[in-house]
Structures are given as structure tokens and as C-alpha cells.
């Protein structure tokens, strides 16, 4: 079992994430502005970032660098500041969920479509499945608690090109212990905000955030992502009331 590293990985970073949060911010909330004003966006973020610097000590390290999946927890963190600031302004879960859809969207427009492109592309090469495979094996080993836990899933070509369950969900296990469990299924659907924007055509039946056992992840190269906004979970939900 490794030990925390002596210097807390994140705190020692907090200028450079607090900066990245102010961009990542503003930038997710740019498609709201005409909905809710320049001045409260702004009013937001200014919440929201000292927020996100009260969180920043308590991010579980998993690996720092040496993980993949350390970017995707420090941006659901940064989803989380926003979470809850604007719940104290009385927004529901499904009204911020939408928000933060909308603001992956406009963000994802930001960048060359040829990058993206050649983004999702590299993410079929054999190099990228070996660096899949070695991180799904890392994760394994369950060296650090609060780290994810998957496993790697072989294609068929037809069906799906590969795939990776997820068994143990780092995000989850945070937004769990952060109170913001209810949350946590909304944050999942950035994974089909990247894959429209890459073209990774993901295929997703269910994830840890839901209660089920585990998240299906099934790519395949050239198939449409059809699954986004509205969530499949607002219309069970929907169906299971009535």
C-alpha cells in the first residue's frame, strides 16, 4: 500500500487548479448567461471558486500523474463547486444538470473539430488500448481506497469496439462522502458530451451513480452517440411515478 505522498498532491497545485477553475467556470456557464444574466454567472463562479478551494484539500489522492482517471475526478470536483453554490440559490438537480449539459456542449465547441477528430480516432490505435489495459490492471491492484476499480472488455468488431466496466467509481465514492450523491447521475453524462464531440459512439445500460453494479462502457468507431439530454434516468423516473 503506497502512502499519501508527503506533500498533498493537490494542495500543492492549488494556484494552477484554482486558474484552470475560473476558465473551466466561466466557460460552462457562458451558454447560461442569457438564461440567468452576466451578473449572476459571474456571482457564481466567484462562489462557486472559493467553493472549489475549500474542496481542493479534501480530493482523494489515486495516484496523482501516474493515473488517468485523476484529471476526470479534479473536473467532477470543479462540477461539484458549481453544484452546490448554485443549490443554495435553489436550483434543482435536473435545472443544474441541464446547465452543466449545455455548458460541456459549448465548451467542447471551442476546439478544431480536426482535434477532436483525431482525438477520438487515437482513441481505436492499438497504443491507446495498451495504455487502457495497463490502467484498468492498475486499478486492480486497489492501492489507493477512494480510486476507481475496472475492468477491460474485449470487442467483438461488430457490436462494440471495446469496452471498460467500471466496478468501483472514484467520482461516485466522492460526491458520496461530499453529500452530493444525488448528483453524481448527472456528472456521468459528460462521457456521452465527449463522445459526441470525438465520435467515439459510446453505448451505456447502466452505472454505479444509478445503483446498479457496475458502468458498461462500449465504444465503437463511426456509430453515433445518441444518449445525452434529456438523461434515460429522468424518463424512468418519469415512468416509475406514475
Do not use: H
Not at 500543492?12 to 484552470?20: I, M, T, V
Not at 476526470?72 to 435545472?95: F, M, P, Q, W
Amino acid at each position: 500500500m503506497s502512502a499519501q505522498p508527503t506533500e498533498d498532491y493537490y494542495v500543492a497545485q492549488k494556484s494552477k487548479l484554482l486558474r484552470n477553475f475560473i476558465k473551466d467556470a466561466q466557460a460552462m456557464l457562458k451558454a447560461s448567461e442569457p438564461t440567468y444574466g452576466k451578473d449572476f454567472t459571474d456571482k457564481v463562479v466567484d462562489e462557486a471558486l472559493q467553493e472549489y478551494e475549500r474542496l481542493i484539500p479534501q480530493i482523494p489522492y489515486i495516484g496523482g500523474r501516474k493515473n488517468s482517471l485523476t484529471g476526470n475526478l479534479i473536473g467532477t470536483v470543479e462540477v461539484l463547486a458549481l453544484y452546490k453554490v448554485l443549490k443554495r440559490y435553489g436550483k434543482s438537480d435536473e435545472e443544474i444538470g441541464e446547465l452543466v449539459w449545455n455548458g460541456w456542449e459549448g465548451m467542447s465547441k471551442r476546439y478544431p473539430q480536426f482535434l477532436l477528430r483525431l482525438f477520438g480516432w487515437f482513441q481505436f490505435t492499438r497504443l491507446y488500448q495498451r495504455m487502457t489495459r495497463k490502467m484498468v490492471a492498475e486499478t486492480q491492484k486497489r492501492e489507493y481506497p477512494e480510486n476507481s476499480v475496472a475492468v477491460y472488455v474485449e470487442g467483438d468488431g461488430v457490436k462494440f469496439d471495446y469496452g471498460i466496466d467500471f466496478l468501483e467509481c472514484a467520482i461516485v465514492k466522492f460526491y458520496e462522502a461530499q453529500g452530493a450523491a444525488e448528483f453524481a447521475p448527472y456528472v456521468c453524462l459528460f462521457d456521452f458530451a465527449m463522445s459526441k464531440a470525438c465520435g467515439l459512439g459510446l453505448r451505456r445500460t447502466m452505472t454505479i451513480a444509478e445503483g446498479y453494479e457496475k458502468c458498461d462502457f462500449r465504444y465503437k468507431r463511426g456509430r453515433e452517440t445518441i444518449d445525452g439530454w434529456p438523461p434515460k434516468f429522468l424518463e424512468r423516473n418519469e415512468k416509475s411515478e406514475v
